[in-house]
């Protein structure tokens, strides 16, 4: 047996991004604009970078707090009132190395070995392969897709729970297809739970994307006190801090001891200076959150409207978040065409086929970049359409 065929085979099952191969393919071509990855193109604001840096320097670099210094969880519990209008305790509050590790941690809490988990379908493809890692199944139930416009059905979501059911992932608004769940939606979800005794993992990371006005929908509008809801959230798409990799958790606090035990075990927490330039963010970028969220919907207005006016390209204005997930009429291999369209026009994408099977006609495009970016990666990408 070779040193690969010795490792785990949760380790060698755990699937290769396939963004990231377009990605690799595509980095280094001189004036591409890429828009393959969840991310805008603005560096953190200094009134966040500063305190950081601040801290650092004051010698704020030992150990800290495992879920979060007071301060920071303070914060949390102050942003989540102003926003939801509901008042939280510090214990309900555990802060992450970024979002991807708040679901780790959320996965490794409620689901056992051969555990299922149900979640949505196209998807951001990180959950299945973390739940895989931590010996879950995913179960994939697909959005409808009509015209353009995604949706739900939470029959179908019911249909698919078995025995061995233990939660529900919910990521709304979503990545990629910008699906945003309505209150009846969450409220039709949350009753499936509480009937068959599940979890529902919320990852509400893009709820302030909301383009009808305000925020989105959240289960924190219809939810008791002793509903079993684990939300994970990050400060990464908000206020630019994507590099940073610092999230949160909202969790019942009778499970927080077992939440931050698990930090102990995974990064024994977040660097108290990072924890700083988070408090930053919460403290005083509420006008940057809007700027960006204002961006945003110049942005998707303009993207759209041009993909669209080809009259080869299947899309609607999504509802929240901030991607363009389309499809062109004509091709069928996504990935080929992400690598084609790099080369021949100069735009990075990210191939449909990684975010499930219910994506893989599709492409996806972040949108919150500059607005001339936009503007001309559109442009760029009509000419490659009209040339097919």
């Not at 493809?125 to 959005?143: D, T």
């Not at 809801?229 to 990464?236: A, D, G, H, L, Y």
Request: aromatic content about 10%; glycine content about 8%.
């Amino acid at each position: 047996m070779n040193q690969f065929e010795s490792l785990s085979r949760r380790a060698i099952e755990a699937p290769e991004s396939g963004i990231v191969a377009v990605v690799n393919h595509g980095r280094l071509k001189p004036g591409l604009i890429p828009l393959w990855a969840g991310e805008g193109d603005e560096k953190t604001p200094d009134f966040i970078a500063r305190p950081a840096a601040d801290a650092m320097l004051a010698g704020e670099t030992f150990y800290t707090w495992q879920r979060g210094i007071p301060e920071l969880r303070q914060a949390l519990a102050e942003y989540h009132a102003r926003l939801f209008g509901r008042q939280l305790p510090l214990d309900a509050f555990c802060v992450t190395g970024s979002g991807m590790q708040a679901i780790k941690i959320a996965v490794e809490a409620v689901v056992d070995p051969g555990d299922e988990v149900i979640q949505i379908s196209p998807a951001w493809p990180n959950f299945a392969a973390a739940l895989g890692m931590s010996g879950g199944v995913s179960v994939p139930v697909p959005l409808d897709y009509a015209n353009g416009r995604w949706s739900i059905d939470p029959q179908r979501m019911a249909d698919a729970i078995t025995p061995r059911t233990r939660a529900l992932f919910i990521n709304t608004p979503s990545n990629p297809t910008g699906w945003t769940a309505t209150r009846e939606d969450l409220v039709a979800i949350l009753a499936l739970a509480r009937k068959h005794g599940l979890w529902i993992i919320a990852d509400e990371i893009y709820t302030r994307f909301f383009y009808a006005g305000g925020r989105a929908p959240s289960f924190m509008d219809i939810m008791d006190d002793d509903d079993r809801i684990i939300f994970v959230n990050t400060f990464s798409k908000n206020w630019s801090m994507t590099g940073w990799r610092v999230g949160w958790i909202v969790a019942p606090p009778a499970i927080i001891q077992v939440l931050e035990n698990s930090v102990q075990y995974q990064t024994s927490g977040v660097a108290q200076f990072m924890q700083k330039g988070a408090l930053a963010a919460l403290e005083h970028g509420e006008a940057y959150v809007e700027a960006q969220i204002a961006k945003a919907a110049t942005a998707r207005d303009l993207f759209c409207d041009a993909l669209t006016s080809t009259n080869r390209v299947v899309t609607q204005k999504p509802d929240g978040a901030f991607y363009a997930f389309f499809r062109i009429d004509g091709v069928s291999d996504t990935r080929a065409a992400a690598i084609d369209i790099v080369d021949r026009a100069g735009v990075g994408l990210a191939p449909g086929t990684a975010f499930d099977k219910g994506g893989a006609s599709f492409l996806r495009a972040c949108f919150l970049r500059r607005l001339d970016h936009v503007e001309e990666a559109a442009g760029r990408l009509a000419d490659y359409i009209s040339s097919l």
